[in-house]
């Protein structure tokens, strides 16, 4: 199996650079343009879904525009299917690439996860067995998208509900050689571990400890529901339809005073509350980060 070289350096990263470490962002839903505009509410940024925008004018466009002048924007893909056997679907690469050019969003990430085959498309993002030749189709297809867009990606991590038996290495080994090769780096999805930890009895933290920190460029938390599989087990699902649960609050403390204070994102993508309720998960996030961040000086100064 033959290295795939990391991304070249001439093209433009996604970091977390351009977004504000200390002042997290929430989803950004075309039903909170009013109250978003009016600058009332003190939130970092805004993360948009791609292929709601991969269209030619019209008034979500125009709001986008307008969100864009006074708010970092981080542009989050759910349809290139980075993880699926078959080819990348090129158009739908090349009117992403349109819209990354037009909108020059801080970041622009997607999924480790499959969502097409053939002709059909599934609403959902499933995963894939953690092996050397699903490797290397997924570090393949990173390295088309990066090279396509001339700008490097942050990958997330999944949400987990099954285990492959065809698994030869852990999802953060997996991750990790996907990262060293290609050259990306990682969205770390709270959620998600604790989500897919749960399931499938694995060490949160544990987890944690094995990402290459210098690759972490941005933290998603989002809120989870509980279901019981066939046989009466707990199954967590992840909704994104609820409040940041406290084990998963827990978790991101763990986690930003591992790797440090890092750009985070509040998901909320069913059931929308109020947008104050979205500020207040934000603002919850906030507090947390300048503990993380009074900490990290505590350490340097010591």
């Not at 992403?96 to 085959?117: G, I, M, Q, R």
């Not at 909704?239 to 790797?259: G, R, T």
Request: proline share 5%.
């Amino acid at each position: 199996m033959s290295d795939v070289a990391p991304v070249k350096q001439s093209l433009k990263a996604s970091s977390s650079i351009d977004l504000p470490i200390e002042n997290p962002g929430v989803s950004f839903k075309p039903q909170y343009y009013e109250e978003a505009s009016a600058g009332e509410h003190a939130l970092g940024w805004f993360e948009i879904h791609a292929e709601n925008y991969m269209i030619d004018g019209g008034p979500v466009r125009n709001q986008l525009q307008q969100l864009r002048r006074d708010y970092p924007i981080s542009c989050h893909g759910v349809g290139l299917s980075i993880g699926s056997e078959q080819a990348l679907d090129r158009s739908h690469l090349s009117r992403l690439k349109t819209l990354l050019d037009w909108l020059e969003p801080a970041v622009f990430s997607e999924h480790l996860a499959w969502s097409s085959h053939g002709v059909n498309f599934f609403n959902d993002l499933l995963p894939l067995p953690y092996t050397r030749a699903t490797l290397e189709q997924v570090v393949n297809h990173i390295d088309e998208v990066q090279n396509t867009l001339q700008r490097t990606i942050l990958l997330e991590n999944p949400s987990t509900y099954l285990d492959f038996s065809t698994h030869e290495m852990s999802e953060a080994e997996f991750i990790s050689e996907i990262i060293r090769r290609s050259g990306c780096g990682l969205l770390l999805d709270i959620n998600n571990v604790y989500v897919s930890a749960t399931n499938q009895g694995f060490s949160a933290n544990g987890f944690l400890d094995a990402l290459p920190v210098e690759a972490i460029g941005q933290i998603h938390l989002a809120g989870h529901s509980a279901d019981q599989d066939e046989v009466g087990n707990c199954l967590l699902i992840d909704s994104h339809n609820q409040p940041v649960a406290q084990p998963v609050w827990e978790l991101y403390d763990a986690a930003i005073e591992k790797f440090g204070a890092t750009p985070t994102l509040i998901e909320w993508d069913d059931d929308l509350p109020e947008f104050t309720r979205l500020q207040a998960e934000a603002r919850a996030a906030e507090q947390r980060l300048r503990v993380a961040r009074d900490k990290e000086h505590y350490r340097v100064a010591s």
